[in-house]
């Protein structure tokens, strides 16, 4: 069955232009995380999504991130005027619940120059 | 204290051999908990639920002593293909909406020849 679909899957771009990252959960999951995920090192958490609720924005690391879940469904992170520590794996996971293990895209490799 | 800590490690095991290593949480109410296995480049895939009488999945033991506030993963014969890294997780903030889970650092398990 179809998992979770993450794109792009490279973004390549220079400093201070904004990106958008888009994450397809899978269907019926009503929980959806974005976490980023540096060269060796863990992941690092950033929003977190679960039905209606107002989101969990606590790992957000500026205010030139954001995040959207549009229909409960489809979910863009957003990176404004971004910079050179921006670069990483940008990693989306859904799940059926807030408890309930997650699942993963492939990510979406940032590269800022 | 992190909601969840793990030994970044790593523990280099001879093929064939056992290693376990622990994780532990701060938060004495939580309930859930997992293993998930994360390869170079790639991205996290859950292993294993672990459950409070603990489980077994072939070669993988997992248990949760909630008393000690730790779970464990124990790996028997080990095989070179096992070489990754362990991430833990458990869920943590019971205040945010749909108790999000939070991951550990991450064990990283070298298996040799």
């Known amino acids: 069955g179809a998992g979770v679909s993450q794109s792009p899957s490279n973004k390549v771009t220079e400093k201070g232009k904004d990106v958008e990252l888009r994450c397809d959960p899978i269907?019926?999951?009503?929980?959806l995380y974005w976490y980023r995920q540096s060269l060796g090192q863990g992941l690092e958490f950033l929003i977190y999504?679960?039905?209606?609720?107002?989101?969990?924005k606590s790992g957000l690391p500026s205010d030139r991130f954001s995040a959207e879940r549009t229909g409960g469904s489809v979910s863009t992170l957003t990176i404004q005027r971004t910079q050179q520590e921006d670069s990483a794996v940008y990693l989306c996971?859904?799940?059926?619940?807030?408890?309930?293990?997650?699942?993963f895209g492939d990510g979406t490799r940032l590269s800022i120059l | 204290r992190k909601e969840v800590e793990q030994d970044p490690g790593p523990f280099n095991v001879p093929e064939g051999a056992t290693v376990a290593f622990n994780c532990t949480y701060s938060n004495s109410a939580s309930q859930s908990f997992f293993w998930y296995r994360q390869d170079c480049r790639k991205e996290p895939k859950l292993l294993m639920s672990v459950y409070s009488s603990g489980n077994e999945d072939g070669r993988f033991t997992a248990q949760l002593n909630r008393a000690s506030q730790y779970i464990s993963l124990l790996i028997r014969d080990s095989k070179l293909s096992d070489s990754a890294t362990y991430l833990c997780?458990?869920?943590?903030?019971?205040?945010?909406?749909?108790?999000?889970?939070?991951f550990g650092g991450g064990t990283r398990v070298l298996v040799k020849p």
């Open positions: 997780v458990v869920n943590g903030n019971l205040k945010a909406a749909g108790n999000k889970l939070t």
């Open positions: 996971a859904s799940s059926l619940g807030g408890t309930q293990p997650q699942h």
């Open positions: 269907s019926g999951h009503t929980a």
């Open positions: 999504f679960q039905g209606n609720s107002a989101p969990d």
